[in-house]
């Protein structure tokens, strides 16, 4: 070996931007929300909808000002990220205007297009704005002292269908724990990123389990104290599974220890079997879970459980077409809750299981960018981002479908809610920023960490 040779730097890693995919996938999500919306329009009245041009040119030019702040703030980022979330959207507007042409008084779909700007709007700012997500963790206290506060004003505002989750003021509403999950996960990432070695080693080891030591342990147990305590005052299943099992998720990728799962289903199961006992909500919800057409062997029609899946069945495996189905009988909770009955009766099995593959999808793009990372907080920021839509599909599609109660939270993207909405373009914007940290050169790191960064070979 010669000594010019020796001293020669590593060659550097080649690795492609990909924005040229990332731009050929936008345009092929927007001309599938279009085509999505002329049909709706060829199957209720005959022609297509006079606005259809408008509709795609305004979704059309909200992808590419998001595309043209990943292009310049972000050039490394993962390319199927914005793609995805820009067709689950345009498809959430197609159903909901679907569902709008059966209930003339009650139109969802402009304020879900107002939503899905603002919801861009942040994912730009974001992306554009923070430019190194490390500089969250200095603020994981405020975030959780934050996040606390907006779970407990909806507790001094009324129920809305028995749930008090809403903050309604001067005609204007808003969901505030839609928010409180990105603070919440920014707040486990960076504390469990501080304390991982203190929670897998140590504490006693009864047989197979690793149980730690009372201080460590202090703040799960927190956790799941609040989470009861949001479950019973708000009488909302949904945030409470969410949050606790986004820690428990969190908590085992930090430390590796699968006694955290046992701990965590043990107090999941009985946190849920005692509110599900004493507070009448849940009871009713559980209820309809177990016995879904009791409705109608007491002669009083099917309820939303089981109009729902009528739905499913009606849908079969091709569906009956977009604007060819009745899951407007559902009632009112058919635009949110609900919404994919209507995917699953007018798109059939396939068409459901394309947008299943399509949020497993981006969930996976989230955990991969995580694990490419070497900053812990980073990677457990990114999986607990992912973690969170992988956990709300989970419960919205298994209460729909009656695998598990109903929870009453809303399908990222596709349902109506302006706060689920922005918040999910939020966690978009947020991976992509992680993504663009993961798979970008870094001159002079060694390639010996414990997960290397991703290397992809040809170029876009």
Do not use: C
């Not at 020796?6 to 599938?32: C, D, M, N, Y």
């Not at 603070?183 to 006693?204: D, M």
Request: aromatic letters at 10%; glycine letters at 10%; proline letters at 5%.
């Amino acid at each position: 070996m010669t000594a010019t040779t020796a001293e020669a730097p590593p060659p550097e890693l080649r690795l492609p931007k990909r924005r040229g995919v990332e731009l050929v996938l936008l345009v092929a999500a927007v001309l599938i929300s279009v085509f999505g919306y002329v049909d709706v329009g060829l199957a209720k009245n005959g022609s297509a909808p006079a606005d259809a041009l408008s509709y795609g040119a305004g979704l059309g030019l909200l992808a590419l000002l998001a595309h043209l702040a990943v292009h310049f703030r972000a050039p490394y980022a993962d390319p199927l990220l914005l793609p995805i979330a820009v067709l689950l959207n345009g498809i959430g507007l197609v159903l909901i205007y679907r569902l709008d042409l059966e209930t003339p008084g009650d139109q969802a779909a402009p304020t879900q297009l107002i939503w899905s700007t603002l919801g861009v709007a942040l994912f730009i700012a974001v992306v554009v704005f923070l430019r190194d997500h490390r500089v969250l963790q200095r603020y994981a206290y405020l975030s959780v002292a934050t996040a606390l506060v907006l779970m407990i004003i909806p507790i001094f505002f009324p129920a809305v269908n028995g749930a008090k989750i809403w903050i309604r003021i001067a005609g204007f509403s808003i969901q505030p724990g839609e928010f409180a999950k990105i603070l919440l996960a920014i707040f486990f990432a960076a504390y469990l990123a501080a304390n991982r070695n203190a929670l897998a080693y140590t504490g006693r080891k009864i047989w197979k389990l690793q149980l730690p030591t009372m201080r460590v342990f202090a703040p799960i147990l927190a956790i799941w104290l609040i989470s009861v305590g949001v479950l019973v005052m708000e009488r909302d299943l949904g945030t409470s599974l969410l949050f606790f099992g986004l820690f428990v998720i969190m908590l085992y990728v930090a430390t590796g220890r699968g006694s955290w799962i046992a701990i965590g289903m043990v107090l999941a199961a009985v946190g849920a079997a005692v509110v599900g006992t004493l507070e009448p909500h849940v009871r009713s919800r559980v209820e309809d879970w177990l016995h879904p057409f009791a409705s109608i062997d007491a002669g009083e029609g099917a309820s939303q459980l089981a109009q729902s899946l009528f739905a499913f069945g009606a849908g079969g495996m091709l569906g009956t077409g977009l604007g060819e189905g009745h899951s407007i009988l559902i009632g009112f909770a058919a635009k949110s809750d609900f919404i994919l009955a209507t995917a699953g009766e007018e798109l059939g099995l396939f068409g459901l299981t394309a947008i299943f593959m399509l949020y497993a999808l981006l969930a996976a793009r989230g955990y991969r960018a995580g694990l490419a990372l070497r900053d812990p907080f980073g990677r457990l920021l990114a999986i607990g981002l992912a973690s969170i839509i992988a956990i709300q599909v989970f419960v919205i599609a298994g209460g729909v479908m009656d695998l598990i109660p109903l929870t009453g939270m809303a399908m990222p993207f596709l349902a109506q809610g302006g706060s689920s909405l922005v918040t999910n373009w939020m966690i978009v914007a947020l991976l992509i920023r992680i993504s663009d940290s993961a798979r970008a050169p870094h001159p002079g790191t060694v390639e010996t960490g414990v997960i290397a960064p991703i290397v992809e070979d040809d170029e876009s």
